[in-house]
Nanobody
């Protein structure tokens, strides 16, 4: 069982930046970031392949957010720039336990970190 711990959330003004981190207690493969705003369903934000070579983004964040990982530290990052009030949500990281997981399947989830963007 791998544990994921997110950090880096907080309150920021619109146009500002935050960097989220997700530390894993063991080896992981594909990792993803998701978010859930109040009253809304959880949505995909970004994902990164096991070696960091491939990344994907939701249309709403592409060009503003950057995902990366440091496997030596078992940590994945989400750099969020040009933040907007609509980015306000609890952000979760997730990890796949196998290299062969379907792209939408994650086995481990963190507890989430709150990001609030004021207008």
């Amino acid at each position: 069982q791998v544990q994921l711990v997110e950090s880096g959330g907080g309150l920021v003004e619109a146009g500002g930046s935050l960097r989220l981190s997700c530390a894993a207690s063991g080896r992981t493969f594909r990792m993803g970031w998701f978010r859930q705003a109040p009253g809304k369903e959880r949505e995909f934000v970004s994902r990164v392949s096991w070696n960091g070579a491939a990344t994907n983004y939701a249309d709403s964040v592409r060009g503003r957010f950057t995902v990366s990982r440091d496997n030596a530290k078992n940590t994945v990052y989400l750099q969020m720039n040009s933040l907007k009030p609509e980015d306000t949500a609890v952000y979760y990281c997730a990890a796949a336990a196998s290299l062969t997981n379907p792209v939408e399947k994650y086995d481990y989830w963190g507890q989430g970190t709150q990001v609030t963007v004021s207008s």
